[in-house]
């Protein structure tokens, strides 16, 4: 490990290394207009959702890091306190890069990215029609946290709308996380998109705790072959396996031939959610292991 004193240390190297540490980022595709009624779009990764009562979204057009000045959108901000923030899926991505290009201020980024504007309900700002989730948004606050290059100007902003893409939802009225294929923003000049291998799920212990790492046998709680998601996933089930499933779980062994068969049945079992059958499988084989010897 190496520490760096971030009070300290180049800020553009330190801007560089937060980036690539705190990924990957959802992005803020913000809409704003100006008093005149020039309208702008441009992306922000400095940003994420923080409540629902009331709704909460705060994202950063941060002052420029090379020469220090404000960017049109916090400048519209400050005439018209409105903004839509429309979210960015995989079919938008190369336009949203074209968009986040330093234009002179009054250049209309839905001309030069190619998008579609649309009229809001509730906001002067315009919406991202190609966008599939769109959120009209009123601004509560403003928060300058400095006036230095890179300072951060939080924009703390309210839900008033939201406009969703039907396409996008499950049979259940939910956003389908495949369907909408969002991309987040990594560091330097990638992203990542959440769709095929690089969108899993986590079973949260919501309901019931889980019984926890700390409780496992030493035999698997310290095996070197066992990691710490699979460890992870064992402690998440809300009880031990029963000695019926255990002594079922031991019929299974014939066809165990050493520990790291033993690892790729267990790996197999979590994957197909059959979490509390590979505990079982796991105890029945160290126990046969005591046996044996």
Known sequence: MITIDALNYDQRKLHRLLLGSVAPRPIAFASTIDKAGNPNLSPFSFFNAFGVNPSTLIFSPSRRGGDNTTKDTYENLKEVPEVVINMVNYEMVQQI???????????NEFVKAGFTPLESESVKP????????????????????GDGAGAANLIVCEVLKMHINKEVLDENGEIDV???????????????????????????PLSTPGIGIDVLPDQIKFNPLLTGND???LGSIDKFPDKILIDKQKLSLQTIANETDLIVKVRLLIENDKTEEA?????????????DK
Do not use: H, W
């Open 97 to 107: 890069s074209l968009a986040s290009s330093k234009y002179p201020k009054g250049v």
């Open 231 to 233: 460890l992870g996933r």
């Open 126 to 145: 315009f919406r991202v029609k190609e966008s599939p989730v769109q959120l009209e948004c009123s601004v509560r606050q403003i928060i300058e946290t």
């Open 178 to 204: 495949l369907k909408i294929d969002l991309v987040g923003r990594m560091g330097g000049n990638y992203y990542v998109r959440t769709n095929g291998e690089a969108a899993f799920i986590v079973p949260k």
């Open 279 to 291: 505990l079982a499988l796991l105890l029945a084989f160290y126990a046969n292991d005591k046996a």
